[in-house]
């Protein structure tokens, strides 16, 4: 067990929906990044937060955005959803430096399988 | 851009083979190397990690070095198990002109067979 909770386990909407996952990092973890995991497009980068605040962008569509809350939590927002949006949705977090800045190790989350009809 | 390359699965191997995935990345810098796995039905644990040339991280049994000179960091276990059977994922991290992300290759599918 990473530490990092998502819910809900399993998803499943129809094209055209919105929905919205949600992630709690690891306690004192101030970090929250966005994966999509897709059988054609393997694991891809999505969006990352830190202490609130958008730090960087990946292959994130305009359709998708995320945000992060004063007690850390993330959600991530999908919507105008289609086929090709099926995928597991991870998130992960990370500890700030000593310095306060930002670490490398991520710890993922067990993740969100979204399945678009 | 950064990039992650790791050879394509699956790979079978009978109990207590030797296990060797190899990857190689490109970066600009020095980044954070690392190799996470995925076991059915579950997200992704990091195995091990190493963060300057010449490092060598090692977890249950596993173990990659950090070769900058071949841009290098294959993952390798003497004697696998079935539960090893897993979705294995190299990764480089690299922070810098404000990104701060993980670049993952495409995975390795192992099966461990009795």
């Known amino acids: 067990d990473s530490g990092v909770t998502q819910t809900p386990k399993h998803l499943i909407t129809a094209t055209g929906q919105r929905v919205t996952l949600r992630c709690s990092p690891r306690?004192?973890?101030?970090?929250v990044y966005w994966y999509q995991q897709s059988l054609d497009q393997g694991l891809q980068f999505l969006i990352q937060?830190?202490?609130?605040?958008?730090?960087a962008k990946g292959n994130i569509l305009e359709r998708f955005s995320a945000q992060q809350f004063p007690d850390l939590h993330s959600e991530l927002n999908l919507s105008s959803l289609e086929l090709g949006d099926s995928a597991l949705y991870f998130c992960?977090?990370?500890?700030?430096?000593?310095?306060?800045?930002?670490?490398?190790?991520?710890?993922f989350g067990p993740g969100t399988r979204l399945t678009v009809l | 851009g950064n990039s992650v390359t790791q050879m394509e699965g699956p790979v079978t191997l009978s109990e207590e083979a030797f296990l060797t995935i190899n990857c190689t990345y490109t970066?600009?810098?020095?980044?954070?190397l690392f190799w996470y796995v995925q076991y059915p039905g579950e997200g992704l644990q990091l195995l091990l990690k190493?963060?300057?040339?010449?490092d060598k991280g090692s977890n249950k049994g596993f173990e990659a070095t950090y070769r900058k000179e071949t841009t290098s960091f294959h993952l390798e276990k003497g004697s696998v198990q079935v539960s090893d059977s897993a979705v294995y994922f190299c990764?480089?991290?690299?922070?810098?002109?404000?990104?701060?992300?993980?670049?993952f290759g495409k995975g390795t599918k192992l099966s461990v067979i009795p």
């Open positions: 190493a963060t300057k040339a010449d």
């Open positions: 306690s004192g973890d101030l970090s």
């Open positions: 937060y830190y202490n609130g605040e958008e730090r």
């Open positions: 970066a600009t810098g020095y980044p954070s």
């Open positions: 990764a480089l991290f690299y922070s810098g002109a404000g990104s701060y992300q993980l670049t």
């Open positions: 992960a977090s990370s500890h700030p430096g000593t310095s306060g800045g930002i670490t490398d190790t991520q710890y």
